[in-house]
């Protein structure tokens, strides 16, 4: 719609275009990358039971957002997988990340679909 | 490169008195695996994700660090061992053979703790660090 600004009349109805178009993409893109990060989470977690990597899932349009997506895990230790815990008998040190790895990797191919989007 | 990284962290963490007073020797700072049976309070980093960001025609590298304290005494041990790290790491520039470290940010804390069978609570304090490097 036309806004005035100062004495000017701004015609932002092609802009107005854009943005609307760009929400859709933008969500797409948002989607893709989640599903990416998730495929990738579950290469890399460690497994016995394959509990944890069958709990990794992704919620899309997270609390109504359509630019909001989270990749998580359902079970209690994932964390200390990702982070670094002491045993509890032996208290070895043990670590294995395996869901930043996979948003790390996802990272520039998402920032890339993003910056698609303003060309 | 991850060696020559991981020696950088290493001489940058252990150049630090005021880092290694607070640790039970001055070598007390691992990079990923913990020797079994390690006195506290130590310091462990990792590699935690990251690589090539294959953006521009050199190479550069895009890498996220946790570089954390563990302690056995309390929380507040740890959260001291993490602000002697901040102060080593963020915003500083690191000697990374081979490389050129133009960037090295936190970017988010974590603390927590490990209760022990034995009664005995492990707390840590910490941070992600984002380390970015170009090929010289």
Not at chain 1, 80 to 104: K, R, V
Not at chain 2, 39 to 58: K, T
Request: proline residues 5%; neutral net charge; aromatic residues 10%.
């Amino acid at each position: 719609m036309p806004t005035r600004a100062g004495g000017f009349e701004v015609d932002t109805r092609k802009l107005d275009k854009l943005l609307q178009e760009l929400e859709p993409k933008a969500s797409r893109a948002v989607r893709t990358s989640a599903f990416a990060v998730e495929a990738g989470a579950k290469v890399r977690a460690p497994h016995e039971t394959y509990a944890l990597r069958n709990s990794i899932k992704t919620k899309t349009n997270y609390e109504g957002d359509p630019l909001r997506a989270i990749v998580h895990d359902e079970v209690g230790y994932g964390i200390y997988q990702e982070l670094g815990f002491h045993h509890y008998i032996s208290g070895q040190f043990i670590q294995n990340p395996f869901m930043i790895p996979a948003l790390e990797a996802e990272r520039p191919k998402f920032e890339k679909a993003m910056r698609r989007l303003f060309k | 490169m991850i060696n020559e990284l991981a020696g950088a962290m290493y001489t940058r963490l252990s150049g630090g008195t005021a880092l290694t007073d607070l640790l039970a020797s001055t070598t007390s700072i691992y990079h990923g695996r913990v020797p079994d049976g390690a006195s506290f309070p130590y310091v462990v980093f990792n590699l935690q994700g990251g690589g090539d960001e294959n953006i521009v025609p050199s190479r550069m590298k895009n890498l996220v660090l946790y570089v954390r304290g563990y302690s056995k005494t309390s929380q507040a041990s740890a959260g001291s061992i993490d602000a002697q790290i901040d102060t080593l790491l963020h915003g500083q520039t690191l000697s990374v053979s081979g490389w050129v470290n133009f960037w090295t940010a936190r970017e988010s804390d974590l603390s927590g703790f490990e209760p022990m069978p034995n009664g005995e609570t492990i707390w840590n304090a910490g941070g992600m660090y984002r380390i970015r490097l170009d090929k010289s």
